[in-house]
């Protein structure tokens, strides 16, 4: 009997390795910690996904390879490339097919809606990083030493602090505090479910044409940050949200206290102008369909408590209180 292995055990890769089992398929979940779903057809195994031969060596036999794992953001230029290809290894070793989840940092700034065929133009290092990811995957499944696809999501949405949105926004809108957000509050912005990303992994995973392109995850709203924040607060009962804008110059400032806030600094485009995906050929095809926003917005409120806070929490405290007035 195959099975399907996933890698990485975060936002999108536990609800992925959680469906395959609901739908019959054995899963081997592979993480450092040996962490994964909790689900009598997974299997969760520690092993160092940038470590060919064993990763090899753990996917012999699988029908296919899902990998969802991504190094910490300021980790991308080191350990992305190595990771990358030890799973490029794996499935050509194996003869596995390979579903990567990507996002949208290889297009770079696109003005207008972003669709799967346009090209890889990013100027950002984690951008590049990204692009080369996906590009030396196409390159493998062209040269026919393996068969795989992409699925890009952008815009995190679900419960706990998944995203910038719910680690920045979420636990302080609810509590009625200041919640701060780097980048416009009042531009569109797609948002993707976790629940409809791993759908989207799944689902490309069996169907013939998925291969040798890229899926964008179906679109469950492309409101701003501000309209989504509303819409958030409304639902739970909250107080009208108070919200910040967190610039480039304050976020220089934050990142001098803490550097993980610098690596959002070359990725501010896509905060400060429209962000828009278009996710009807996944629809059409695919035919995986957007989860209502209302839907996602309730188990967001219902999974909030003593789960967000932790970036919010940090940011808070680093920002003067001249600095924290709500627009």
């Known amino acids: 009997m195959s099975f399907v292995v996933v890698t990485g055990a975060g936002a999108a890769g536990l609800p992925t390795a959680r469906q395959f089992a609901e739908s019959g398929e054995r899963v081997r979940q592979i993480t450092r910690s040996g962490r994964g779903a909790d689900h009598p057809l997974v299997e969760t195994v520690a092993a160092d996904i940038t470590d060919a031969d064993r990763l090899t060596e753990l996917t012999k036999g699988a029908r296919v390879l899902v990998n969802c794992a991504i190094p910490a953001l300021d980790r991308w230029a080191a350990d992305v490339p190595p990771m990358s290809a030890a799973l490029l290894t ?12 990507g996002n949208t940092y290889g297009y770079g700034h696109v003005d207008g809606p972003m669709t799967e065929d346009l090209p890889m133009t990013a100027t950002t290092v984690k951008g590049r990083v990204r692009a080369q990811m996906w590009l030396d995957a196409l390159a493998a499944h062209e040269a026919g030493r393996a068969r795989v696809t992409e699925v890009r999501a952008t815009g995190f949405l679900g419960a706990g602090p998944v995203g910038p949105y719910g680690a920045f926004v979420l636990g302080p809108l609810l ?13 569109p912005h797609s948002w993707n479910y976790t629940e409809d990303i791993a759908r989207t992994l799944v689902a490309a995973s069996r169907h013939d ?17 501000r309209a989504l924040s509303e819409r958030l607060a409304e639902l739970a009962g909250a107080p009208t949200p108070k919200l910040h804008r967190i610039d480039r110059d304050e976020l220089a400032a934050l990142a001098r206290q803490q550097p993980m806030f610098g690596e959002l600094a070359e990725m501010m485009y896509s905060n400060e102008n429209p962000h828009v995906i278009d996710s009807s050929r996944t629809e059409a095809i695919l035919g995986v369909k957007p989860t209502p926003l209302d839907t996602v917005l309730r188990e967001m409120v219902t999974g909030a408590a003593g789960a967000t806070g932790n970036l919010a929490d940090r940011l808070s405290r680093r920002l003067a209180p001249q600095q924290r007035g709500a627009i």
């Open 209 to 225: 044409d998925a291969w040798g392109r890229p899926w964008h995850v179906p679109v469950t709203s492309s409101l701003s940050v």
């Open 90 to 101: 794996a499935v050509e070793r194996t003869g596995a097919a390979y579903v990567m989840l």
């Open 175 to 187: 509590a009625g505090e200041v919640a701060s957000y780097p980048g416009d509050l009042d531009v």
